[in-house]
């Protein structure tokens, strides 16, 4: 069943690949297979053909590189088999790995609204760019060389596989969708201990759907964490209780559209409209978020720590920087009061020349006057003394 899977895709591929004229190269990149260029505009005809051709690309790659296994949904009542594809029934294609039914670490992965199919997070992102910012292939990569089993929802499937003139009555909705392949499929596989999900922008919704209906999963720790890429869930999550809302705000981050560097804290849970810490993605643009925060989730995921680390670690980097801004101010008074102190120095040194100068010429003054005086002092006494030679000539002439 699988080979015949592979083939059937693997022909519409090729099928698709002639009418287009692109393919994928090894980067990733959809190029003209002529002219090696990238996709130009395309007509809305064009446009869904290569939306087509991506959606069956990375279906096949998935299958055929890493070994995914499809699930049908919904079942027949009472079925626990979901591997088996049941004519009868409409149903849709959903992912797990190998090991889903044996790994106690399990990561759920549900992308957002749109034409996006299982396995892609923005078919504009995997036409503009490339495959790997645009679908899952990296999530993939990560989950396995991290020891994750793989879970992998869609959504926005609502009719049969074999025909999209049958409608899935199950699925109305994303989150109908999703909450049947959890009530049915990830709340009955026992060996799942510790369920990761990782949510893109309606998926965030459907997320906090499920956890409405599954408060004791998130309390108990069962749900450990919980990654939202962009997610536009705003305030659905008051539909929690106040104490799963206090759970949701330590194990979840949301990693939002900014142009701030990758990881970092954009606004606390109390300052966000949406009960969770939001931190950058590392890109401005929506549907980039999930490609370019990849890193970021995993570190998150991996790690033992909750979002009230963040908070501390914040509110210490807040007192470090009130710390070092008294510090600067500190530094700066005693700045002012040296040079203040320096300058009044200055100030009474200049004074004190400027006084002994004054004094000098004072001294210098006085000393002028003193010989002055004394000149006339001098003049005077040899004016008596001749006056005196004078008069004593003449009483000796008289005589």
């Not at 939306?51 to 055929?64: A, F, P, S, V």
């Not at 190998?98 to 996006?116: K, L, M, P, R, Y």
């Not at 370019?292 to 210490?316: L, P, R, T, Y």
């Not at 920087?321 to 320096?342: A, R």
């Amino acid at each position: 069943m699988e080979e015949e899977k592979l083939n059937k895709l693997k022909k519409e591929v090729d099928e698709i690949e002639e009418k287009i004229n692109y393919k994928y190269n090894e980067e990733g990149e959809l190029k003209h297979k002529e002219t090696n260029e990238k996709v130009k505009r395309l007509n809305k005809t064009e446009y869904s053909l290569v939306g087509d051709y991506i959606t069956k690309y990375i279906q096949y790659k998935i299958l055929k590189e890493y070994n995914l296994i499809p699930m049908y949904v919904p079942s027949i009542e009472n079925s626990s088999n979901f591997y088996i594809r049941i004519k009868d029934i409409p149903q849709c294609e959903i992912y797990v790995s190998q090991d889903f039914e044996i790994n106690s670490n399990c990561i759920c992965i549900i992308q957002g609204t749109g034409a996006v199919r299982v396995g892609l997070w923005a078919r504009s992102v995997c036409i503009n760019d490339n495959l790997y910012l645009g679908s899952i292939i990296p999530y993939i990569k990560k989950a396995f060389e991290n020891h994750f089993s793989l879970i992998v929802l869609n959504p926005n499937e609502t009719c049969d596989i074999d025909d999209n003139k049958k409608k899935i009555p199950e699925f109305k909705s994303m989150e109908s969708h999703c909450n049947y392949v959890y009530d049915n499929i990830i709340k009955k596989n026992n060996k799942i201990q510790n369920l990761y999900i990782i949510a893109h922008s309606m998926g965030g919704y459907c997320t906090i759907q499920i956890l409405v209906n599954n408060e004791d999963d998130l309390l108990s720790g069962k749900i450990k964490k919980i990654v939202f890429t962009d997610s536009v869930h705003s305030d659905s999550y008051k539909e929690l209780s106040e104490k799963a809302q206090e759970k949701l705000k330590d194990v979840t981050k949301d990693y939002i559209s900014s142009t701030e560097p990758l990881g970092k804290l954009i606004s606390k849970w109390n300052e966000s409209n949406n009960g969770v810490n939001c931190y950058s993605s590392g890109h401005p643009l929506h549907e980039y978020t999930s490609g370019f925060a990849i890193d970021e989730v995993f570190k998150w995921i991996n790690s033992n720590e909750n979002c009230i680390n963040d908070d501390i670690i914040e509110n210490k980097d807040e007192v470090d920087l009130k710390n070092e801004n008294k510090e600067n101010k500190d530094n700066k008074e005693k700045e002012k009061m040296i040079n203040n102190n320096e300058n009044k120095e200055e100030k009474e040194k200049k004074n004190d020349i400027e006084m002994n100068n004054g004094n000098k010429e004072n001294n210098e003054e006085e000393n002028n006057k003193k010989e002055d005086k004394n000149e006339l002092k001098k003049e005077d006494n040899e004016g008596i003394h001749i006056e005196k030679k004078e008069e004593e000539k003449k009483d000796n002439e008289k005589k």
